[in-house]
């Protein structure tokens, strides 16, 4: 019986993952999600490029992405002190506000087509 209970649990953990990622996925696809990570990584290349150069105002080149795709950016406080772990919360806050931002484009224009008469 046990056995019967432990496949049940886990085709109902897979089922809502997979409409985790559906929804997801949905979100995403949303132009403004798209524009939206376009941005970032342009934010981020630029980022990057200007604090390889020998310049004075490449100490802050950093923060402008952290704050471009803040809350969720600000993660990189709490995470192990590496270079890499400014790109992991970069990519995260990033993909975070993009699907917000695909949600709420989604929902406000599936609300516009139902208000017409």
Same mark, same amino acid.
């Given at each position: 019986?046990?056995?019967?209970?432990?496949?049940?649990?886990?085709?109902?953990?897979?089922?809502?993952? *997979?409409?985790?990622?559906r929804g997801?996925?949905?979100?995403?696809?949303?132009?403004? !999600?798209? /524009?939206? @990570?376009? &941005?970032? +990584?342009?934010l981020t290349?630029?980022?990057?490029?200007?604090?390889?150069?020998? *310049?004075?105002?490449?100490?802050?080149?950093?923060?402008?992405?952290?704050?471009?795709? !803040?809350? /969720?950016? @600000?993660? &990189?406080? +709490?995470?192990?002190?590496?270079?890499?772990?400014?790109?992991?919360?970069?990519?995260?806050?990033?993909?975070?506000?993009?699907?917000?931002?695909?949600?709420?484009?989604? !929902?406000?224009?599936?609300?516009?087509?139902?208000?017409?008469?």
């Open positions: 019986m046990s056995t019967t209970r432990q496949e049940t649990t886990t085709m109902t953990d897979t089922g809502s993952s *997979n409409r985790a990622l997801l996925r949905h979100a995403l696809s949303s132009v403004f !999600a798209r /524009l939206y @990570l376009a &941005v970032c +990584v342009v290349g630029w980022a990057v490029v200007v604090s390889l150069g020998d *310049n004075p105002d490449a100490s802050f080149a950093g923060v402008v992405p952290l704050i471009a795709t !803040a809350p /969720l950016s @600000l993660i &990189v406080i +709490v995470l192990p002190d590496h270079a890499s772990m400014i790109f992991v919360a970069i990519g995260l806050g990033a993909l975070a506000n993009a699907a917000v931002i695909g949600w709420c484009a989604r !929902a406000l224009s599936r609300g516009r087509a139902g208000s017409r008469p």
